[in-house]
T-cell receptor
Framework: KQEVTQIPAALSVPEGENLVLNCSFT??????LQWFRQDPGKGLTSLLL?????REQTSGRLNASLDKSSGRSTLYIAASQPGDSATYLC????????????FGAGTRLAVHP | DGGITQSPKYLFRKEGQNVTLSCEQN?????MYWYRQDPGQGLRLIYY???????QKGDIAEGYSVSREKKESFPLTVTSAQKNPTAFYLC????????????FGSGTRLTVV
């Protein structure tokens, strides 16, 4: 059974710091890994999608890496800003059955001025 | 712009009442999903549909029902059999089987009064 773990559960940093959020998964049989952002009371916004054959994806100040063999992904946020404050969710799409999306519990990030 | 529209944003249900949450997408995606989000428990899959007129139970389908009469629409009914319906409900869609990414709506918050 696929399990996704995110560390740390919460993070509070001053503005301008570079951050690393960690995600690990137990079954390497995945199609892809997706990072989402969720603001309080809102839906999920997709940040980055990494296919299982890829090593990393970049979008602006965000960079996500994937090491499928070790079951790890990291989300790197450069030069953090107060507007980055949100919960960040990691999810993997399994390659079996109906491509079920399995979520981690998230990392709650607070960036203070 | 293409996307997923969920309505209403807030919904209140009396004891013993059935309520229906709407989910409409104009992305031309084949697959649609309903997730439930509770504090501290992450997202759990309720129902999914990979094609019109077909749907399958997810991990927590008891007390819920769905229909998929049109490609664009996947409404979720919370029945009186669901004993603890207060939660945040999220609808998602995906282009098809395999490594496509998921797109989420903005959610409906359901409260029992």
């Amino acid at each position: 059974k696929q399990e996704v773990t995110q560390i740390p559960a919460a993070l509070s940093v001053p503005e301008g710091e570079n951050l690393v959020l960690n995600c690990s998964f137990t079954d390497s049989a995945i199609y892809n890994l997706q990072w989402f952002r969720q603001d309080p009371g809102k839906g999920l916004t997709s940040l980055l999608l990494i296919q299982s054959s890829q090593r990393e994806q970049t979008s602006g100040r965000l960079n996500a890496s994937l090491d499928k063999s070790s079951g790890r992904s990291t989300l790197y946020i450069a030069a953090s800003q107060p507007g980055d404050s949100a919960t960040y969710l990691c999810a993997v799409t399994g390659s079996g059955g109906y491509n079920k999306l399995i979520f981690g519990a998230g990392t709650r990030l607070a960036v203070h001025p | 712009d293409g996307g997923i529209t969920q309505s209403p944003k807030y919904l209140f249900r009396k004891e013993g009442q059935n309520v229906t949450l709407s989910c409409e997408q104009n992305l031309n995606h084949d697959a649609m999903y309903w997730y439930r989000q509770d504090p501290g428990q992450g997202l759990r899959l309720i129902y999914y549909s990979q094609i019109v007129n077909d749907f399958q139970k997810g991990d927590i389908a008891e007390g819920y029902s769905v229909s998929r009469e049109k490609k664009e629409s996947f409404p979720l009914t919370v029945t009186s059999a669901q004993k603890n319906p207060t939660a945040f409900y999220l609808c998602a869609s995906k282009a098809g089987q395999g490594g496509y990414g998921y797109t989420f709506g903005s959610g409906t918050r359901l409260t029992v009064v």
